[in-house]
């Protein structure tokens, strides 16, 4: 193992390259702090991810941060949802599939129970900014074009985080992976290619490895659910045992492409279901008023470009259900759910021809924004007076590190707040940031902790109800409580 230890210190380093660092970088040097660096721990960056929903929130704390992103990431989103035709299309007189323009809602006798539009021009009317669908990569890939080339690195995973009080700045210890290239993007798992099961953060040491050590007035961790940030700086504290994600007793079983569907079978989904539909949720509506609605599963039937179908289970299930689980045993899982949540004979029968070699699993974790009675202590000392648990908010900064995106308050994507409520965050964190810059405050430790303060304040509360309905989706348990939080959610103003 080589060692390199370089003497600059930069003001910002941000660990992690994904969407919500990316922008964070943006946002900063739009506000005057260019002696930063972004970096990440894949090798290269590459075609990998899925579709990411970016609400009028999200949109609206990408115009804040930088009205030209907000541009570029727009015509980059529109021009995925409108592609242009192939010279095949055109040649031969081929048109893709005609689909409406609603994510509909469907129970389990095919009856419409809601829609929600699809198009920018729908939700601008409503909101004051519009919807837009973006592939990660192309989100990462737009973002990182609007970055000087040399300040984003890839081959720098972070392995240790130091605070070094002498030189008034901390230190990350990263190493540069010269043995295998792993793919730290991959959020589901097939148990068939190996490069897409790689854990986002590997914990053995290959054997050719060179470790730098970069230093910086302050760190920005957007390093994901599984942060190595997170979880360093936690260490030894008492949010020891909230360092590494929870799961939150959700997982997904999907089937991305179906090949070769029966006529007679193709034809009743079309009917019964899908109908002009590119893409609808499938649902039992007598339990849509539970507050517990999402114990019961939900299935998420789409259309693809090429026309092929697909599906996304989601499922309340106990981990160790998927555990190794891959191919036709995963198809036995899916069926057992169906079959417990009362589906239909042709769902049951779409699902059991599923090409074993395209199932997928993801299991959703979660770093609770509050955790109370939800957990089990550790000592008798996190319990009050009257011997009952205490209620835990586990910190978002420590020092010099501040945690922003998934790192702070990862959940699972039911309401498609991931990435929205990281923009928000990377709006806050640049406009803090740049304002201890401007004062030049980097020494002032105290004006550290009160920015980082003021960022906790801000962002946890919204943060607490997102979650809170993201995992039970309250917002659609009635009229009401759908425009209670579509108004809580995409009416705020951002200046």
């Known amino acids: ?28 040097r739009k506000r005057g702090v260019e002696n930063l660096l972004v970096v990440d721990q894949t090798r290269a960056f590459r075609q990998v991810g899925q579709i990411l929903d970016l609400l009028p929130n999200g949109l609206k704390a990408l115009k804040y941060l930088d009205l030209t992103t907000y541009e570029e990431v727009k015509k980059t989103g529109i021009g995925f949802s409108n592609p242009k035709q192939s010279n095949n299309q055109k040649t031969t007189g081929q048109k893709p599939p005609k ?42 890939t737009t973002l990182r074009n609007l970055l000087p080339q040399d300040t984003v690195k890839a081959n720098h995973r972070c392995i240790n985080v130091v605070a070094e009080p002498e030189s008034g700045c901390v230190r990350i210890d ?3 992976d010269r043995a295998i290239e792993a793919n730290p993007y991959a959020y589901w798992a097939d148990g068939q290619k190996q490069n897409d099961t790689q854990p986002q953060n590997l914990d053995s040491a290959p054997q050719q490895l060179e470790t730098k050590s970069i230093r910086a007035k302050l760190i920005v961790a957007a390093d994901g659910i599984n942060s190595t940030v997170r979880r360093v700086v936690y260490t030894d504290t008492e949010y020891g045992a909230f360092a590494r994600p929870e799961y939150s007793g959700f997982a997904a079983i999907a089937c991305r492409e179906m090949a070769h569907i029966p006529n007679e079978l193709l034809t009743e989904l079309e009917d019964k279901f899908l109908q002009d ?100 202590f550790p000592s008798t000392s996190e319990r009050n007076s009257k011997g009952h648990p205490v209620t835990i908010q ?102």
Not at 1 to 28: H, K, N, Q, R
Not at 102 to 108: A, I, P
Not at 348 to 376: A, C, E, L
Not at 473 to 485: A, G, H, N, P, V
């Open 277 to 376: 539909s590119s893409i609808l949720t499938i649902t039992n509506d007598e339990i849509s008023l539970d507050s517990a609605c999402m114990e019961e599963p939900r299935m998420i039937l789409f259309r693809r470009a090429s026309g092929q179908l697909g599906y996304i289970l989601h499922l309340a299930l106990p981990l160790h259900w998927l555990q190794e689980k891959s191919g036709n045993s995963l198809v036995d899982l899916a069926m057992q759910e169906l079959e417990k949540g009362g589906f239909p004979n042709v769902l049951k029968q779409f699902v059991r021809i599923s090409p074993p070699g395209n199932m997928q699993q993801r299991p959703y974790y979660i770093h609770r924004v509050t955790i109370s009675d939800s957990i089990q």
């Open 99 to 140: 689909t409406s323009s609603q994510w509909v809602s469907k129970n389990l006798q095919g009856e419409q129970i809601q829609s929600i539009p699809l198009g920018y021009d729908d939700w601008f009317k409503d909101y004051g900014e519009g919807r837009v669908s973006i592939p990660w990569y192309d989100l990462q």
């Open 394 to 495: 586990p910190a978002w900064s420590a020092g010099r590190v501040v945690l922003v995106g998934d790192a702070a308050h990862g959940m699972p994507p039911f309401m498609a707040q991931g990435a929205n409520q990281g923009f928000e965050d990377a709006l806050l964190i640049a406009t803090l940031i740049a304002n201890i810059a401007q004062e030049n405050n980097w020494d002032d430790m105290q004006a550290i902790a009160k920015a980082f303060e003021k960022y906790e304040c801000l962002r946890r509360p919204l943060m607490e109800y997102v979650q809170q309905v993201t995992l039970k989706q309250i917002s659609y348990s009635s009229d009401k409580q759908r425009r209670e939080y579509n108004q809580k959610m995409y009416c705020r103003n951002f200046e």
């Open 1 to 28: 193992m080589s060692y390199s230890s370089p003497t600059e210190i930069y003001d910002v380093v941000v660990v992690g390259a994904g969407p919500i660092g990316l922008a964070t970088a943006i946002g900063l």
């Open 174 to 176: 990263c190493v540069s």
